[in-house]
Every structure is written in structure tokens, then in C-alpha cells.
């Protein structure tokens, strides 16, 4: 009978007995700040940005996620958030669940205590994240030239606990986003009522949230305007 010999570090996680290649991540950066967006803004929050992204969105302002990134396993990363004291905690990339252990790793989150949310493009299914979970979903528009990947069945799967948030870039996208709020049956509950926040962003230095507003207001939209309060505080900065 051949000897049986203990795992090692490069087959094994130290202490989990799981093959390390099902419990670990790729890890762009993890970092405490303010919470710039959607329902948890102003919050202080520990981010952990997950590398890679199968998306090219023209406006993309985590290009540097996009390779990269060191492996880290899930109950490592966990500590790595709990050192930081903070309540809430944003998964987030690059497109978080493009690997996928995102979601075991969104699960030990929540196991752990935190307030959880995913920010995700809506071009991969999120519809397996778990329940306590917020999903934050950046359905693209036109002028993010990846419309065309949009899972509508991320949108029809979404709860008052989630919010759709659409960037715009120009009148155009607005006039589709508008359309979207308007018509798109996956956005409305049987009641007919919007099952979710919706957060129209004007789109970094491409379009003025005063303009955005301004177009809202004149359509009665029952939207609500997201302007990136991590830029207003600090710029266009990695990392904060």
C-alpha cells in the first residue's frame, strides 16, 4: 500500500482541508472607505475588489482590476475585512462573479456578521447569490458599448433589498434608460410597482449630474441620482 503523506501548502488551504483551488480568490485590493453609491452611500465600508472582468465598458474606472491580483483564500480575506471594524462590506471588481467562488466567499461574509452587498454588471447570472445579499446591478447602457450583455432574468430576479443602477453617458442613454424604467416588464413586480431602487449615474466627466437631474425632473422618473460621493470626496483615485 503507497504511503499516505499530509497535504501540502500548494494542494491544501492551512487548517481548512479544502484543495486550495476551491477556496480561494483573486484579490485586486481590500480596502476601508466611504461607500460612494446606491442604497449603503455614506457608509463607511471595507470594499474587496476581485480581479478580472470579461466586460470593456467604455467608462470603466477599475481597469487596473482587470489582471493582476494576488490569491487569497476565503477565511484569510475574511479576517482581512473583520480587522477593520466596519459593519458593511461591498464585493466588488472588475465583475466579482466571474469567478466563481464569489459566491462562497459573498456566503462567509454574511456568515461572519457583515452587511453585504455585490456590485455586479448584470452580464453574469447573479440570480444563486445569496438571499442576505444586497445585488447591486449595472445594467448597461448603449454608451457603455456592452449593452448587448445584459441578463434581463438578473433584473426580473431583483428585491426591494437590491438596486439597479444604469451609468449614463449622454441624452441617449438617458432616452434608454428612460425607456427601460418605463417599459421593461422584468422591472416591475404584479402590482406594477418598480421592484427595486433605481439609480440613474451620470457617467464620470462624460455627462454633468446637473443635466441628469435636470432631465428627471422634467420626465417625473421615479428614480433616484447617484453621483459617485467617493469622487466628489477624494477624485478618481484607486483604492478609496
Same mark, same amino acid.
Not at 159 to 181: G, H, M, P, S
Given at each position: ?161 437590491? !438596486?439597479?443602477? %444604469? ?5 441617449? $442613454?438617458?432616452?434608454?434608460? *428612460?425607456?427601460? =424604467? /418605463? ?25 454633468? !449630474?446637473?443635466? %441628469? ?5 422634467? $420626465?417625473?422618473?421615479?428614480? *433616484?441620482?447617484? =453621483? /459617485? ?12
Amino acid at each position: 500500500m503507497p504511503p499516505v503523506h499530509a497535504p501540502t501548502r500548494q494542494t491544501r488551504e492551512r487548517g481548512t482541508g479544502v484543495p486550495e483551488q476551491k477556496n480561494r480568490l483573486k484579490i485586486t485590493e481590500i480596502f476601508h472607505s466611504i461607500q460612494g453609491e446606491a442604497q449603503f452611500s455614506g457608509w463607511p465600508t471595507v470594499f474587496v475588489r476581485l480581479t478580472g472582468c470579461p466586460l470593456r465598458c467604455r467608462y470603466c474606472d477599475t481597469a487596473y482590476a482587470f489582471g493582476g491580483g494576488e490569491w487569497r483564500g476565503i477565511g484569510e480575506i475574511v479576517s482581512e475585512v473583520a480587522r477593520y471594524n466596519a459593519r458593511h462590506v461591498c464585493v466588488t471588481g472588475g465583475e466579482p462573479l466571474a469567478q466563481p467562488r464569489c459566491e462562497s466567499l459573498l456566503a462567509a461574509l454574511c456568515d461572519a456578521g457583515f452587511d453585504v452587498c455585490l456590485e455586479t454588471s448584470g452580464a453574469i447570472d447573479a440570480t444563486g447569490v445569496d438571499r442576505r445579499v444586497s445585488r447591486i446591478v449595472d445594467i448597461k447602457t448603449p454608451g457603455s458599448g456592452e449593452c448587448g450583455r445584459n441578463l434581463w432574468d438578473n433584473v426580473a430576479a431583483l428585491n426591494e433589498r437590491d !438596486a439597479l443602477k %444604469l451609468v449614463i453617458c449622454d441624452r441617449a $442613454d438617458y432616452e434608454w434608460a *428612460r425607456t427601460v =424604467v /418605463q417599459q421593461r416588464a422584468e422591472l416591475r413586480r404584479a402590482d406594477g410597482e418598480l421592484r427595486c431602487t433605481v439609480l440613474f449615474s451620470p457617467s464620470y466627466e462624460q455627462l454633468g !449630474a446637473g443635466a %441628469l437631474a435636470d432631465w428627471i425632473l422634467e $420626465d417625473g422618473l421615479p428614480v *433616484r441620482l447617484q =453621483v /459617485q460621493l467617493h469622487k466628489v470626496l477624494w477624485g478618481d483615485v484607486p483604492g478609496r
